[in-house]
């Protein structure tokens, strides 16, 4: 499925711990995450065990620093392979109120500006047919990551945000 090599220090430095499989509790194998190489395979890390907190998605590459994924600090602690990037189809639905409501948009391209592009900035439900995908939190792919694999996700809380905010987004493929 995939591959991925998380390591204490910076510079690929320190304790390190191999994983290939979805890990809900990272703690017993190491205290704090500096540097990160994926071998394989697209991943979402989570700041918190039992995939809560903050969220990273990563394609295969080196990351010798936390900052080099976004990282807001150099907690990760739990960690799961994106199953459903393989294909060439991708689409989501977006809406402007809970439970489906209001405007619907539908979209199957990255989205840099979700203000210049849809004219709202507020998504407050999502309904995801194919393919993954990663909402950003400011525009131009910046700020708090959210990821969405197919489903229905009734209000924003079910993608794991904290507001309906959504400055670009993009999809999530095979690298």
Same mark, same amino acid.
């Given at each position: 499925?995939?591959?991925?090599?998380?390591?204490?220090?910076?510079?690929?430095?320190?304790?390190?711990?191999?994983?290939?499989?979805?890990?809900?509790?990272?703690?017993?194998?190491?205290?704090?995450?500096?540097?990160?190489?994926?071998?394989?395979?697209?991943?979402? =890390? +989570? #700041?918190? $065990?039992?995939?809560? !907190?903050?969220?990273?998605?990563? &394609?295969?590459?080196?990351?010798?620093?936390?900052?080099?994924?976004?990282?807001?600090?150099?907690?990760?602690?739990?960690?799961?392979?994106?199953?459903?990037?393989?294909?060439?189809?991708?689409?989501?639905? =977006? +809406? #402007?109120? $809970?439970?489906?409501? !209001?405007?619907?948009?539908?979209? &199957?391209?990255?989205?840099?500006?979700?203000?210049?592009?849809?004219?709202?900035?507020?998504?407050?439900?999502?309904?995801?047919?194919?393919?993954?995908?990663?909402?950003?939190?400011?525009?131009?792919?910046?700020?708090?990551?959210?990821?969405?694999?197919? !489903?229905?996700?009734?209000?924003? &809380?079910?993608?794991?945000?904290?507001?309906?905010?959504?400055?670009?987004?993009?999809?999530?493929?095979?690298?």
């Amino acid at each position: 499925m995939g591959k991925i090599t998380f390591f204490e220090e910076k510079n690929f430095q320190g304790r390190c711990y191999d994983c290939n499989s979805d890990c809900p509790d990272l703690r017993s194998y190491f205290s704090r995450c500096n540097s990160i190489r994926v071998v394989s395979g697209a991943w979402v =890390l +989570y #700041e918190h $065990p039992n995939y809560k !907190g903050y969220q990273y998605i990563l &394609s295969p590459s080196e990351y010798p620093d936390y900052q080099q994924w976004m990282g807001f600090n150099d907690s990760v602690k739990s960690c799961r392979v994106i199953k459903n990037v393989y294909g060439n189809a991708w689409k989501l639905r =977006l +809406y #402007e109120r $809970p439970d489906f409501a !209001g405007q619907m948009v539908e979209y &199957s391209d990255d989205c840099p500006s979700v203000q210049e592009a849809l004219k709202f900035r507020e998504v407050f439900s999502c309904m995801v047919t194919h393919g993954a995908w990663c909402f950003y939190e400011h525009p131009n792919y910046r700020g708090r990551q959210y990821f969405l694999e197919r !489903g229905e996700y009734r209000k924003f &809380s079910d993608w794991g945000a904290q507001s309906p905010d959504v400055g670009s987004f993009r999809r999530i493929t095979d690298f």
